[in-house]
């Protein structure tokens, strides 16, 4: 992976997307509401509804951020216990 990564052929700004069943129903299911309501609504009802929207991606980007970099220092820790705990003659 370090190869990988000094080589370009790894971006870690690539997001692994799930595209399973249930993902693409809740993806319809939004893009339905959001096009029933943008037809729907006042001009002033959009923009409120197209900035909380807006607003909630912000915090899930912010919450993804923190939860893989906790993710990331835990599987640090996880490695350094477990190089511990190696026979000193296996590292």
Do not use: C
Request: hydrophobic share 35%; no cysteine; charged share 35%.
């Amino acid at each position: 992976m370090l190869k990988e990564i000094y080589s370009g052929k790894f971006n870690l700004g690539d997001r692994r997307r799930t595209e399973d069943g249930r993902h693409l129903e809740i993806v319809n299911k939004i893009e339905e509401l959001e096009t029933y309501l943008d037809k729907n609504l006042k001009t002033g009802d959009r923009y409120r509804l197209k900035r909380l929207s807006n607003l909630n991606e912000e915090l899930m980007a912010i919450e993804e951020e923190s939860a893989f970099s906790y993710g990331f220092a835990m599987g640090a820790l996880m490695m350094m216990d477990i190089m511990e705990e190696l026979p000193s003659g296996t590292r």
